[in-house]
Structure formats: structure tokens, C-alpha cells
């Protein structure tokens, strides 16, 4: 009795360990695709960011004093919020 319990337990175990790896398989191709298919638009994204930086830093090159004054205006409205 107590051998036929401990090898139905043994199976339970193997069964549960077949199981898991199937599911890790399976979480692991998903991830796989996954990454596949954001690969494309994270790098437009990156793209994206490094054209509006590029933009701006030449917007700020022509126009210092314009740049120095939004950047003054936009302090002022922060601390103004973060004193509320």
C-alpha cells in the first residue's frame, strides 16, 4: 500500500514536471514573438525621439533667448504647482 502510494506520488511529480516545462516552452516562444514583433517599432520609436531631440536642440541653438524664456516660464509654472 504505502509503495503503491509513494509511486502514484512519483507519477503525480513526473506529470506536473512534463507540465511545467510545457508551460515554460510555451511563455518562452510567446516572449520570443513578442520581442520579434515590438524589435520594429521600438526602433522607430528610437527614431522618433532622436529626430524631435535633434529638432529641438536646433531650435534652441537659433533662438536662445526665445528658449531661455520658456524654459524660465515653464520653472515658474511648476513651482507654482508644487507649492499648491
Known sequence: ???QI???MED???????QSER????VEQAAQRLAHEISP???QLREFASDGVDRLSVTIRR????STAIAA????????LARR
Open 1 to 3: 500500500m504505502i509503495t
Open 6 to 8: 509513494g509511486k502514484s
Open 12 to 18: 503525480i511529480a513526473g506529470k506536473v514536471t512534463a
Open 23 to 26: 508551460a515554460v516552452n510555451s
Open 41 to 43: 517599432a521600438a526602433e
Open 63 to 66: 533662438n536662445p533667448l526665445a
Open 73 to 80: 516660464g515653464v520653472g515658474f509654472f511648476l513651482a507654482a
